[in-house]
């Protein structure tokens, strides 16, 4: 995977190169000359930059880090990837559309990537933004967690004779090792605590319904198949503090700005015809993410 990851960056910036189709400048002749390559593969040259590039992203370390042999073999490496590129081009590859298209959408992510990053280098959140936004998640997280066990079979049939034996006092762990298709089986079906808005909306819906104690007595149809569903324990949520929250509000932070970036340059962008709005264009329904505790096996 590493050695075809490196071979579309190859490609991309050599197509990047073809398309814009501009002359380096003085200044970009002077830094190359200034440069002496590690190495050129029929004329093309490898520059220590891209060569220490490379090794990071394939090796985890600098360059520098490495053993004689180890730089033997990764400028071996590199020089097939560069021949293998260069053999691509000449054959034309690159006319076959979906290769083509592959590569354009290769370009695009490496130039969506670079572009998101250079808008938020300078915007880390400050300290007053980050105390907002965990008292915005703290308001918007449930106040109760749930203990549930689940029985997840294939067939409402199934389901409901599941339902008829625990009726009857079968016990509940003993039918989730024995029929349900989930990874929970093994401990009995438990999916230990979570919040409710942590599983797809048909589970948790069925789930508040229930008292401590009591299972579902109708199958609960999820995208995973038919769920009998068990009621452990509820408690009191205790949401992380700031200092534990602090890392991953200041990921919801960014991603907030570069999504208000987007969308503001997508407003200002010509578009023809027009967008339909998301709201407009997906169903509710459609739009939910299917979601599991992040402690628990997701169901298969």
Avoid at 82 to 107: C, F, H, I
Avoid at 208 to 230: D, N, S
Avoid at 251 to 259: A, Y
Wanted: hydrophobic content about 40%; proline content about 7%; charged content about 25%.
């Amino acid at each position: 995977m590493k050695f075809i990851q490196i071979l579309l960056v190859v490609l991309v910036a050599s197509l990047v190169g073809c398309k814009q189709g501009a002359a380096p400048t003085t200044t970009d002749a002077a830094t190359t000359a200034a440069v002496k390559p590690l190495m050129t593969v029929n004329g093309q040259a490898i520059t220590p930059e891209f060569f220490d590039f490379y090794v990071k992203n394939v090796a985890g370390k600098p360059a520098s880090e490495l053993t004689a042999a180890e730089r033997t073999r990764a400028l071996d490496s590199l020089a097939r990837i560069y021949v293998l590129t260069q053999a691509a081009e000449k054959e034309g590859v690159l006319k076959d559309p979906e290769n083509a298209s592959r590569m354009e959408l290769s370009r695009l992510s490496v130039l969506q990537a670079a572009a998101a990053q250079h808008y938020l280098k300078d915007k880390t959140p400050t300290e007053q933004e980050l105390r907002a936004e965990y008292e915005t998640q703290i308001a918007d997280t449930p106040q109760q967690e749930f203990r549930a066990r689940h029985i997840l079979v294939q067939s409402p049939e199934l389901a409901e004779r599941v339902i008829s034996q625990l009726n009857k006092g079968a016990d509940f762990g003993k039918l989730a090792k024995s029929l349900s298709i989930d990874g929970s089986k093994e401990n009995g079906g438990d999916l230990g605590w979570f919040s409710p808005n942590a599983m797809v909306k048909p589970f948790s819906n069925a789930l508040m319904q229930l008292k401590k104690g009591q299972f579902t007595q109708t199958p609960v149809q999820t995208q995973f198949g038919f769920h009998v569903i068990k009621l452990d324990d509820v408690r009191e949520a205790s949401p992380p503090s700031f200092d534990q929250a602090k890392e991953q509000l200041g990921q919801i932070l960014q991603r907030k700005k570069l999504q208000k970036y987007s969308d503001d340059l997508l407003a200002a962008a010509k578009i023809d015809p027009p967008l339909t709005p998301a709201a407009d264009a997906v169903p509710a329904a459609a739009a939910t993410t299917p979601a599991t505790p992040s402690d628990a096996p997701a169901p298969k």
